[in-house]
């Protein structure tokens, strides 16, 4: 296990991509096993990937890459814009509104981040927001996405652990509100403090004009969720029904220029999914022989064997992730730690949704912490907002998250509850 | 080597890249067809949930080597962008890592693919089928077969090409090409 560890650190810190890394440092192991053929790196790649239940990955990014090409973003953002423009920092509560909207049709944070700063950061500094408060803005609240559900890392985690993947979607919904609304609070204390004027008052003329307009994309969570919690679909076709829902909504509102973009769209959907299928065979070879070698349950004993209480492991455990986010994209995060980190937490009597949940939660902050925070590098990218400022602007709403956080740890409830009161097991 | 990668990235731009779409296009029309025939008529096709898995899969498969030009495969890079920050001689010392990274993926890779032609084999010889029986096992192997072996070939052309920007000879229509592609996505 040792060799395999260090094997697996040596080829990370060269830069190695981490489904290589992890393939390799398994291959390893598996070249010097006697009873193990090496032709088990490639078969157990295969059969890892081979499920149905994974395809709700390709399906609902594609879903929501279609969905952005229709150009709904910027009218979410006017309906949200609407209907909590007249808040003291108005414009910031309607850009978090707005991402909120958005990550229940996307699961995909960066996407939201850039796609959000093209649009919401010119009019926050025509409206005289510092940038370090709308660029900090956008790159935290596109994080929200990855809660809210269709959630790919929430998939990804349900998918590696065999946790219900409906039950994760609809545990994600009550953390993900909080956080909006920790969002919301600071940008509302901060727009008080720095004395933002305010962009119009409420009209309810113009909240009902902007509503016909987003109707149709609100559609889509209803839809979604409408369908995993009536029982009409299982993830995957959720997704399907997701993308059917883009398509139909797409060719009616922008017809054959629709139809034009929706190879080089599947294009785009096929980039991220390609990364993400390539790591999760990688994690499977990994998994292969960590079954094999029975080490998940010796991990799972020597942990045990220290004594951690559950709250003393999630604490230790959040510490590595809030370290590993820094450093690590989401999604590697979940599939370097999952594999063996699970089994003791299963052990410990950690409920695997609530486990899932603080996990991603981390993820959500690691998007913005410093040097592989990939939401800093989106919004800096795309607004010209030096990167230094934008991560400054992150620090108040980086506290709101982190106080989510530990909510969540405490009070369990806030992810089971809703799960545990809309999901009825069939058998 | 100039002429082979423009000819390499016409085939991954005009043949893969569009046959992989159209794979994930045609899958995701299927579920829907699929969805749509067991709610409203209760009908239900018995080979479409292996269809859809394979076929999709087979895509994402044969965009391996597009991610992997794109450099979008997932890493740790806190190693090579330290040392670039130093200074012009720790830079390349980064280089040096990244093409060591490289070289490595490309051998580990080539080892993989000299492990996956038995498996495809055996699917062949067993005739082993995916679990609704309508598709032989073989053709969906192959295709991760073949996505691995694109890869290769793709990140043969990136060690070539960082050993000569390594030894200071310009890459004009290769770092282009990078830039465009970096745009694109």
């Known amino acids: ?427 | 080597m100039e002429k082979a990668y423009a000819a390499w990235r016409a085939f991954q731009d005009r043949l893969l890249a569009p046959a992989a779409a159209l794979l994930l296009v045609g899958c995701t029309l299927l579920a829907l067809l699929e969805v749509g025939r067991r709610y409203l008529l209760g009908l239900s096709f018995e080979w479409q949930q292996d269809a859809v898995t394979f076929f999709t899969l087979s895509g994402v498969f044969l965009y391996f080597s597009l991610c992997q030009r794109r450099d979008a495969h997932l890493t740790v890079s806190v190693l090579p962008e330290l040392l670039a920050a130093l200074g012009p001689r720790a830079r390349r010392a980064a280089e040096i890592v990244r093409l060591l990274a490289v070289a490595f993926s490309a051998a580990f890779m080539a080892a993989v693919i000299w492990w996956g032609i038995p498996e495809v084999e055996d699917a062949i010889n067993y005739e082993s089928r995916t679990e609704s029986l309508a598709f032989p096992m073989w053709a969906f192997l192959g295709a991760l077969l073949a996505g691995f072996v694109f890869m290769a070939v793709t990140m043969v052309f990136q060690l070539y090409f960082g050993v000569q920007r390594l030894r200071g000879r310009s890459t004009p229509s290769e770092e282009r090409a990078h830039e465009a592609d970096k745009a694109a996505h």
Not at chain 1, 214 to 223: H, K, Q, R, T
Not at chain 1, 371 to 381: E, K, R, T, W
């Open chain 1, 1 to 427: 296990m040792l060799i395999v560890g260090a094997v697996l650190f040596v080829l990370l810190v060269l830069a190695v991509p981490i489904g290589i890394a992890l393939s390799a440092a398994a291959a390893a192991y598996i070249m010097v096993d006697p009873l193990l053929e090496p032709t088990v790196v490639f078969r157990a790649f295969f059969s890892f990937i081979g499920r149905y239940s994974l395809m709700a990955i390709p399906l609902f990014i594609f879903a929501g890459f279609l969905m952005e090409r229709t150009g709904l973003v910027s009218q979410l953002f006017r309906f949200a814009d609407s209907l909590a423009g007249w808040m003291p920092g108005g414009f910031g509560v309607a850009t978090v509104v707005a991402c909120v909207m958005f990550g229940s049709i996307s699961g995909s944070s960066v996407a939201m981040a850039a796609a959000m700063s093209v649009i919401a950061i010119p009019e926050m500094r025509s409206r005289g927001y510092p940038d370090w408060l709308s660029g900090g803005l956008v790159a935290t609240a596109g994080g929200i996405a990855i809660l809210i559900p269709p959630s790919i890392p929430l998939l990804i985690y349900g998918i590696v652990t065999e946790t219900s993947i409906v039950d994760l979607f609809f545990a994600g919904i009550i953390p993900g509100l909080l956080l909006a609304l920790g969002n919301i609070t600071s940008v509302i204390l901060i727009a008080l403090y720095l004395e933002l004027p305010r962009s119009s008052r409420f009209d309810a003329r113009r909240l009902w004009r902007e509503s016909k307009g987003a109707l149709p994309a609100l559609g889509m969570p209803v839809v979604i969720l409408g369908g995993l919690y009536g029982g009409v679909f299982t993830p995957t076709e959720a997704a399907a029904a997701a993308c059917g829902y883009a398509l139909i909504y797409g060719f009616g509102s922008r017809r054959m220029q629709f139809v034009r973009q929706l190879l080089p769209t599947a294009m785009r959907a096929l980039n991220l999914t390609g990364v993400i299928v390539f790591l999760i065979g990688s994690v499977g070879v990994f998994q292969f022989l960590a079954a094999n070698m029975y080490w998940p349950q010796k991990i799972t004993e020597v942990i045990v064997g220290w004594g951690l209480t559950p709250l003393g492991f999630i604490f230790a455990f959040m510490g590595v992730l809030l370290i590993l986010g820094m450093f690590v994209d989401g999604i590697a995060m979940i599939l370097l730690t999952v594999p063996v980190v699970f089994p003791v937490a299963y052990a410990l009597k950690i409920d695997p949704v609530h486990l899932g949940i603080m996990l991603v939660l981390n993820v959500e902050m690691g998007v913005v912490t410093p040097p592989v925070g990939l939401n800093l590098f989106a919004v800096s990218g795309t607004s010209s907002i030096p990167l230094p400022q934008v991560l400054k602007g992150t620090i108040p709403f980086f506290l709101g998250d982190l106080t989510v956080l530990l909510l969540v740890i405490f009070f369990p409830a806030l992810a089971t509850w809703l799960p545990d009161l809309l999901v009825k097991p069939i058998f």
